[in-house]
């Protein structure tokens, strides 16, 4: 039998992220954090946190922000040995302000030259679960198809393929994004989605419109904000109320959530005991600034 040499493995762009420590704007803050932002390495982190085996693959421009990066992703005991470093592309960038959103440097990064000459160096092999998101597809026409490439290989290698929708309305048209994301979500078989999300797309309103949606959907998770989650599996229909938490800032609560999710999955729990333990990394992100939690908190 194959030893799986990752439980997880994530795949998507990751920017330094600044932001306040406290939840002050960007203007006043006295003091700010640097540190890595991006969709899906949040997922990694966050499932590393909770033991899963985890690895990133993306681009990162060979620069000193790039540097930081991989030491830090490696510092939370995630596998970065497969990142390309890439000396005509820099890092993105993107700043965080609590309360007045975020603002993005990512025009030309590293990431958005992902193409599918980089799927070679994917380190898919004995992998049990491959995350991307939407995302991907919308930083660069070559990422998009570097992204539908890597989800057939993986199909092909028996990988489960988990998707989040994450619909990024500054990086392309309503229009674009409603085609491209529902044939991302129809190639996977786990699927992420907010119920918000997912009516701005597709005018879906509840969970069950989107479960209509997606019926041959092996195992669906639609997120409501803070009323909770509601999954759908060959077992049935599961719903689990959000924690209730003071919300500092909710970017990154969504690949929190996912984090989690997949941590349970990977250890065979539950559907009700996944989305507790997806709403237990939300909660946790939910009360700070930063994407992700400092792991000196338990989960």
Do not use: C
């Not at 195992?219 to 803070?226: G, N, R, W």
């Amino acid at each position: 039998m194959t030893v799986p040499q990752f439980d997880l493995l994530t795949v998507g762009e990751t920017m330094a992220l600044v932001t306040p420590f406290a939840g002050d704007s960007i203007i006043d803050a006295a003091s700010l954090r640097l540190e890595p932002g991006g969709a899906e390495s949040n997922v990694a982190a966050h499932a590393a946190a909770l033991g899963v085996r985890s690895a990133w693959f993306s681009r990162l421009g060979d620069d000193p922000l790039g540097v930081r990066l991989l030491r830090q992703l490696a510092d939370r005991r995630i596998d970065v040995s497969s990142v390309v470093t890439d000396s005509l592309h820099p890092t993105g960038l993107y700043v965080k302000s609590p309360g007045a959103g975020v603002s993005y440097y990512r025009a030309g990064s590293a990431a958005s030259h992902l193409s599918p000459d980089d799927l070679a160096l994917v380190p898919l092999d004995g992998v049990r679960v491959l995350h991307v998101s939407g995302i991907t597809a919308a930083i660069s026409p070559s990422a998009h198809s570097f992204m539908l490439a890597l989800i057939e290989s993986a199909r092909r290698a028996k990988v489960t393929v988990s998707f989040d929708v994450n619909d990024r309305r500054q990086l392309w048209s309503i229009e674009t994004a409603a085609a491209a994301l529902d044939v991302l979500a129809r190639r996977a078989d786990l699927v992420f989605v907010g119920r918000d999300e997912a009516q701005r797309l597709w005018g879906t309103a509840s969970a069950a419109d989107v479960r209509d949606r997606f019926a041959e959907t092996t195992e669906l998770v639609v997120k409501d904000a803070e009323f909770g989650a509601t999954a759908y599996t060959a077992e049935g229909e599961f719903f689990e109320p959000s924690e209730v938490v003071t919300v500092v800032d909710a970017v990154g609560a969504g690949d929190a959530f996912a984090g989690g999710y997949l941590a349970a999955r990977l250890a065979d729990e539950s559907v009700g005991e996944r989305l507790r333990a997806g709403h237990r990394r939300a909660a946790l992100t939910l009360q700070t600034t930063a994407d992700l939690v400092d792991e000196r908190m338990t989960p």
